[in-house]
C-alpha cells in the first residue's frame, strides 16, 4: 500500500491529478490493466508512441475517440503498445510524444469533429506502477522504454456522437467524413462508420435507455418511482433479469 | 484479438419455441449466480463468452455447457447459445450480473434418437444414475470455475430442478440396474447458498451429496463410496 501511495504522489508532483487516493488509485489500477490486458477488444485500441501533433495520429485518434464515444461505457486508447503480429509489445512512448498528449489539445480538437462533445481523459502513466503487474508477461514484450498515455473515452452523455467536420489524412484521403455516425461494430476490433442495422439498433437502444435512466433518476429524485414500484430484493432483481427466460 | 472477433452473430434462435421444445418433455433447469445483484459487474459481453468459454467443462464428448458459436446471441446485458441435435435440445444465458440459467433436455427421454439408447426399453420413463451424476458433477465443477474467475463473489446459489419426474424410474445404461425406483415427485429441485470459499474446497462432494439428493426422491439411497470412484473416472476423463 506504500508503494502505491509513494507512486501517487509522483504523479501528483508531476501535476496530472488533483487527488482523491482512494478513486484515484482504483482509476490508477484500471488504467494499468488497460495496458497489460494486450489484446485489443471492442473498447480497447492500442497504438505505438506517436505525437499528437502528427496530424495522421490525430486523426486515427480521433475517429477511434468518436467511435468509443458511441459504445456503452466507453472505452480506453493506449499509446506507446507496439502491435507486432498477433502480440503487443509494451514500448512505452518516446518523451517528445508524451508532451504533444495535454488535455487541452486533445480536448481542443475533440471539439472541432465531434457534436455533441466527447469527454475524453489523457493520462499519462509511469512504467514504474506497471511493474507490480508485469511478472507474468514475457520479457520480450517488455521494453525498457517509457510512460504510456492512456485516453479514456466516456460514453456519450444524452444523444449518439455525430463527426461535424471532415478530417484528411496527410496524403490528402478523407478519413474522418461529416455527418458520419462512427463505432466500434461487433465482431471487430476497428473503428468504422455504422453501416449494419444492427450496430445502428445497438446505439439507438443505448440512447433509449440512458434517457430511460435519466428519466427514472428524475422520478426518483422527486419521489415518484416509490409511489409506482417498490424496492426489489437482490434475489427479485436476479429472478426479474430472466424474463423470458424464468 | 478479442474473443468477440471469433465469434459471429447468426440468425437468431427462437428462444421461446427452444424452451416450449425443451420442456415438451422431461428437462433439467440449472441457475447459478451471486447473492447480491450487481447489473453490470461484467464489464462487457465478450467478457461474458469469454468467461464461459474460459469456465466450460470438459470431462467428456458433450461439454458443460455447450459453447455453439451458431446460435450465439446477445442481448442487452446477456449471451446466449444453445443447441438442437434431434430434438435434444438446450438454451443458456449468461448475464453481465454473473447469473447463468440453463435449460437442458432430459437425455433419457429422446429414445427415438436411432441406435443410441438401446438400454432404455426396459424402463418406460427412466433417469440414468450415472448421466445424473456426471451432469451434476459438471454443473458443480463449472460453478466452481466461476467462483474462480470471481464471478459469485463471497456466496452462490446454485439451484438444480429436475422437470417431469413423476412415475420416472432409475436405470443404468448398461442394463445393470433393476429398474424399481421411482419418483413421485414431478419436480426435484436441490437449492442451496453455498459460500465461494467452500465451494472452491469442496464441489466435488457437493456434486455426490446432490446427486444422492436427487436420487433420494427416487427412494434410492446410494452411498457416497459407491458414486466416488465413477465420479472420478469422469473427472479423469477415464469414461470407457
Not at chain 2, 451471486?34 to 468459454?53: A, G, Q, T, V, Y
Not at chain 2, 465451494?199 to 457416497?224: V, W
Amino acid at each position: 500500500m506504500r508503494d502505491h501511495a509513494d507512486e501517487v504522489v509522483v504523479i501528483s508532483k508531476l501535476g496530472f491529478y488533483m487527488i482523491h487516493y482512494d478513486d484515484r488509485l482504483q482509476e490508477l489500477e484500471l488504467l494499468v490493466d488497460t495496458i497489460i490486458h494486450r489484446h485489443e477488444e471492442k473498447n480497447i485500441d492500442y497504438k505505438s508512441s506517436m505525437s499528437w501533433e502528427d496530424r495522421d495520429t490525430k486523426m486515427m485518434a480521433i475517429r477511434c475517440i468518436l467511435g468509443m464515444a458511441n459504445l456503452r461505457y466507453g472505452g480506453y486508447i493506449v499509446f506507446g503498445v507496439r502491435q507486432q503480429g498477433n502480440d503487443f509489445i509494451l514500448d512505452g512512448m518516446e518523451q517528445d510524444h508524451i508532451k504533444s498528449f495535454t488535455q487541452d489539445n486533445v480536448d481542443t480538437d475533440i471539439k472541432n469533429y465531434a457534436e455533441p462533445f466527447v469527454e475524453a481523459t489523457v493520462t499519462i502513466v509511469p512504467r514504474s506502477i506497471l511493474k507490480h503487474k508485469t511478472e507474468s508477461i514475457p520479457t520480450e514484450f517488455l521494453n525498457d522504454g517509457g510512460d504510456f498515455v492512456v485516453i479514456q473515452v466516456k460514453e456519450f452523455d444524452e444523444l449518439p456522437v455525430i463527426c461535424k467536420k471532415a478530417g484528411k489524412l496527410k496524403s490528402g484521403e478523407i478519413y474522418i467524413k461529416e455527418g458520419a455516425i462512427y463505432s466500434r461494430p461487433r465482431g471487430k476490433v476497428e473503428t468504422s462508420e455504422i453501416r449494419t442495422q444492427t450496430d445502428m439498433r445497438e446505439l439507438i437502444d443505448l440512447a433509449v435507455d440512458k434517457n430511460l435512466r435519466r428519466l427514472v433518476d428524475r422520478m426518483e429524485r422527486i419521489g415518484i418511482t416509490k409511489l409506482i414500484s417498490p424496492e426489489f430484493s437482490d434475489e427479485e432483481r436476479f429472478n426479474n433479469q430472466l424474463g423470458e427466460v424464468k | 484479438m478479442s474473443a468477440i472477433n471469433t465469434l459471429e452473430v447468426k440468425e437468431e434462435m427462437d428462444v421461446k419455441e427452444r424452451l416450449e421444445k425443451i420442456k415438451s418433455r422431461g428437462y433439467w433447469r440449472v441457475n447459478i449466480r451471486p447473492i447480491d445483484f450487481e447489473e453490470r459487474k461484467i464489464e462487457s459481453l465478450e467478457r461474458c463468452w469469454k468467461i464461459i468459454e474460459d469456465c466450460c467443462v470438459r470431462f467428456r464428448g458433450w461439454d458443460y455447457p455447450v459453447l455453439n458459436k451458431e446460435e450465439i446471441r446477445y442481448g442487452n446485458d446477456w449471451v446466449q447459445s444453445g443447441h438442437n441435435w434431434s430434438g435434444l435440445s438446450e438454451l443458456w444465458r449468461f448475464y453481465q450480473s454473473g447469473q447463468f440459467i440453463h435449460y437442458f433436455s432430459c437425455i433419457e427421454d429422446y429414445r427415438e434418437i436411432p441406435n443410441y439408447f438401446p438400454t432404455l426399453k426396459r424402463v418406460d420413463r427412466g433417469l440414468s444414475v450415472t448421466s445424473t451424476l456426471y451432469k451434476v458433477t459438471e454443473i458443480y465443477e463449472f460453478a466452481t470455475r466461476l467462483a474462480e474467475k470471481n464471478v459469485l463473489q463471497n456466496q452462490a446459489k446454485i439451484s438444480i430442478k429436475l422437470v417431469k419426474m413423476k412415475d420416472r424410474t432409475l436405470f443404468e445404461w448398461d442394463g445393470s440396474m433393476i429398474p424399481v425406483y421411482k419418483s413421485e415427485s414431478e419436480e426435484i429441485v436441490t437449492d442451496e447458498v453455498v459460500s465461494t470459499m467452500e465451494l472452491l474446497g469442496s464441489s466435488r462432494d457437493k456434486a455426490i451429496d446432490k446427486t444422492r439428493k436427487i436420487l433420494s426422491e427416487f427412494s434410492y439411497e446410494i452411498s457416497q463410496t459407491v458414486l466416488v470412484p465413477t465420479q472420478q473416472r469422469l473427472i479423469e476423463k477415464r469414461l470407457g
